[in-house]
């Protein structure tokens, strides 16, 4: 999510892509709601604007829709979802290092927790909810859709042991927090690096100058956390507040609007750069402050718990596929074209020099990917609206995200006195973010164990791209040695078995995502997104994250989900199918948690 890289607060939950061409940094290709779109569309984001049915526009009962890299049906019976790779999931992808399930030898590539509200009398696992709160407490950051959608799912799938989904604790922080904190080369006064407790309780033996506040953290997090007030009370409105400082970086809100007066001007910019390289990563304060903002209001929210799924997030897409035909999915179809044919658009892949013409067309790729395609005369025309949706696919900010993952003979960071059971370390060291499993809970700690050994954003993955894997992993292990001394990782240190492949993944290079997740620049929300999406007589349609306000979240391609469903039923003259879904009982069902139902008109005031 965005800007809080911390030893409290690591707020590096970026979840990138992988094997899928064009796929939100979600669920991909098993986006094929056709029971759940209904539900998804009380959560529209800003930028989600209520659809209209053109004027004159004929009914079209039985439109031919295509969904270029996953999609949404919405009780459509004709449509295709072309899909670059050979699996569903696109940047909700686990890496196996075992065929053995039980082995629990596996790493999340992308998406790896989900942020759910307390509820103090909700105690049941899969997105249950309780009889004291009907399912109806608030979830104030707006994710519960993804828990309702899991809920749901196993559901329709009881019968079918293989794709229950089954959550589990993620646990964000160590309950002793002796996750290491290492930065500016300093240690405690017995010479050990630091704890995040000690670090918390001794700011003067953490290097700083002079210059950098003492309470720099509760200063940024103030900052961030004035906003979320107005958004508990009011999505919409808390929204529209937020997006007035859409043109403002991090690093100027905090310069020229917050600061002043807090601290002395000499100490800002030290100030500063000690809150970009603790509480974010490398380069993210030249990003937009509203990104930094929505990822706080994840990440810092009082009244927060996560979760993560059990043998894998991977299982999530995996149990789509029951609600599916495969008929309607078309694997390995690598989409490089788009052309208008009428009021149709025909659509290329390789292999298929012919192409297919669709009445309507859902685009989910990350916009790095469309960018390489030939685009439809329609993009081409000197209206403002063409004008801005190039602009759009060219300017868009994605973010670099990269994550090693090394396996060892037993978890030793979960012995001694100093024992770390989930949580992180947070250094300035290359590897900045090392993440503990939450998944080996009650397992002998003697053995065999993945541990993510680094996780980057910014410029810090940057400075992976030039290096093979296995430097990559050489340099990570070293940093590893530093902040364990007291395990001997050469010895417990085990190489992943090469019928596995790497072990690491850099999500710049992939080209099914250029990038690994959207994460936008100064006045991006407001002078290219929200124009972008504001043609309702197109029809090529626009979804995935970068669509929505929570970017790199599964959330936002739901969300994002929900609004093209609408979006197309509206152009076609279909709002009977968009009504049926909302009152259907699943359409009910997945409702009762929504919170952004008041969010349509916001584009259309942009």
């Not at 004159?56 to 670059?84: T, V």
């Not at 602009?391 to 012995?415: G, P, T, V």
């Amino acid at each position: 999510m965005s800007i809080v890289h911390s030893a409290h607060h690591n707020i590096l939950n970026r979840q990138p892509p992988t094997y899928n061409y064009g796929i939100p940094r979600s669920i991909r290709s098993v986006c094929v709601f056709l029971n759940i779109c209904m539900r998804l569309n009380n959560n529209r984001a800003p930028g989600v604007f209520e659809p209209k049915v053109p004027e004159n526009k004929k009914k079209q009962p039985d439109p031919k829709i295509c969904i270029i890299g996953a999609g949404m049906s919405a009780g459509l019976k004709n449509f295709e979802i072309l899909e670059c790779s050979n699996r569903v999931g696109g940047r909700v992808l686990t890496k196996y290092f075992s065929d053995v399930k039980e082995d629990k030898l596996y790493g999340e590539y992308g998406a790896m927790r989900l942020p759910k509200s307390k509820c103090d009398n909700c105690h049941g696992q899969s997105g249950s909810t309780c009889d004291n709160c009907h399912g109806h407490h608030r979830n104030s950051h707006g994710h519960q859709m993804v828990f309702d959608t899991i809920c749901y799912l196993n559901k329709i799938n009881k019968y079918a042991e293989d794709y229950r989904i089954d959550l589990i604790n993620f646990i964000f922080t160590d309950a002793e927090e002796n996750g290491r904190y290492f930065y500016n080369n300093k240690r405690d006064e017995s010479c050990n690096i630091m704890t995040q407790k000690y670090a918390d309780e001794n700011f003067d033996a953490l290097g700083f100058p002079q210059t950098v506040s003492k309470d720099y953290r509760k200063l940024y997090e103030d900052a961030l956390s004035q906003f979320f007030d107005e958004l508990d009370k009011d999505i919409r409105f808390g929204i529209k507040k937020l997006m007035e400082y859409d043109g403002y970086s991090v690093y100027s809100y905090l310069k020229e609007i917050y600061l002043p007066g807090k601290i002395p001007k000499e100490d800002i910019e030290e100030t500063i750069a000690a809150m970009e390289m603790t509480e974010s990563a490398t380069g993210l304060f030249r990003l937009a402050f509203t990104e930094a903002v929505m990822d706080g209001y994840t990440f810092l929210h009082k009244n927060q718990e996560w979760k993560t799924i059990k043998y894998g997030m991977q299982r999530f897409p995996d149990a789509f596929k029951p609600t599916l035909e495969e008929k309607y999915i078309k694997y390995n179809r690598k989409v490089f074209k788009l052309k208008n044919e009428g009021n149709k658009v025909r659509v290329y892949w390789e292999g298929d020099d012919n192409g297919q013409i669709y009445d309507e067309v859902i685009v989910t790729c990350p916009l790095g990917v469309v960018r390489q395609w030939e685009l439809p005369d329609e993009l081409d025309k000197c209206s403002e609206k063409d004008y801005i949706k190039r602009r759009a696919i060219r300017e868009l900010n994605y973010d670099n995200s990269a994550k090693i993952f090394l396996k060892f003979k037993s978890r030793f960071w979960e012995r001694g006195e100093r024992s770390i059971v989930g949580g992180n370390s947070s250094t300035d060291l290359p590897i900045r973010t090392v993440i503990y499993p939450s998944y080996y809970v009650g397992d002998s700690t003697d053995k065999q164990a993945i541990l993510l050994g680094s996780y980057t954003w910014a410029n810090d993955a940057a400075k992976y791209a030039p290096y093979s894997q296995k430097e990559n992993v050489k340099l990570c292990l070293k940093n590893l040695k530093t902040l364990h001394p007291e395990a001997n990782l050469d010895e417990e240190w085990c190489d992943v078995d090469p019928e596995h492949g790497d072990s690491s993944i850099y999500w710049p290079n992939e080209p099914t995502t250029v990038g690994a997740f959207a994460l936008f620049g100064p006045s991006q929300y407001t002078n290219l997104l929200y124009k972008m999406l504001k043609d309702s007589n197109s029809n090529i349609h626009w979804a995935g994250e970068h669509t929505d306000i929570h970017h790199a979240w599964i959330i936002g391609a739901l969300n994002s989900a929900v609004r093209v469903v609408k979006e197309v039923l509206y152009r076609t003259n279909n709002v009977n199918l968009w009504n049926n879904l909302l009152n259907s009982d699943a359409g009910k069902e997945l409702l009762c948690n929504c919170e952004w139902l008041k969010c349509d008109d916001i584009v259309k005031e942009k």
